[in-house]
């Protein structure tokens, strides 16, 4: 299966115009973003967890990383509720599930087999939060050489540069909605800038964005 497995190429969804697909295990869904690959995939998808739900024991050879969009999604690790950004590196494993439901985004087998670090951060408490560009805020997330995860608060009204991405962009837009060039991105739209990639960005009421750069590198 391949949905937007291009990565030299600008890709853009808005979640909500997607059907939620049934995954192998009763109760769990998904919104497929992009794929390359069966069951077993470079992914990044939004997934559903029904009340009650869980998903068999199974470890992520690259690495998964998501963040709860709402509700709370469980493992043996702890319980991580709304707002909650998690990084599992190549050669982890888990059992996940939700009691009360739960939304995430999560990105599957995108990570560096040189990536050894595990990542928890409340992106909803206040603290680490820095002022970025004028009428900006950002919370790093998780920071390498190669890769930059960050979440941004821009202010209504705020406008930026253009802004070089020689390693390419991706973001998810989880509330409010922010313009470039190319068009309008409201709250559920993901979008990808491939290398070399450039941007102007522009909003009139504001947003709040997951963003990762550098990890689309030219050779």
Do not use: C
């Amino acid at each position: 299966m391949k949905i937007h497995a291009d990565l030299s190429k600008r890709a853009h969804v808005d979640s909500a115009t997607l059907d939620w697909v049934a995954s192998p295990m009763a109760g769990v869904e998904r919104r497929m973003l992009e794929r390359d690959g069966e069951e077993v995939a470079r992914a990044t998808s939004l997934v559903r967890y029904a009340p009650g739900s869980s998903f068999s024991a199974h470890s992520h050879d690259l690495g998964e990383e998501f963040l709860v969009l709402d509700g709370v999604f469980s493992d043996e690790s702890g319980d991580f509720p709304k707002g909650m950004y998690v990084r599992n590196p190549p050669g982890s494993s888990h059992i996940p599930s939700s009691d009360p439901g739960a939304v995430i985004l999560v990105k599957l087998r995108q990570m560096q087999t040189d990536d050894e670090t595990f990542v928890r951060v409340n992106t909803l408490d206040p603290a680490g939060w820095q002022e970025g560009r004028d009428g900006e805020h950002i919370l790093p997330l998780y920071v390498r050489p190669d890769e930059e995860v960050v979440m941004l608060q821009w202010q209504a009204g705020a406008a930026f540069n253009q802004q070089d991405f020689p390693g390419g962009a991706e973001y998810f837009v989880i509330d409010g909605a922010f313009e470039d060039e190319n068009g309008r991105y409201d709250q559920g739209t993901w979008l990808r800038l491939p290398a070399g990639s450039s941007q102007a960005i522009k909003t009139e009421h504001g947003a709040r964005i997951w963003r990762k750069t550098g990890h689309f590198q030219e050779a």
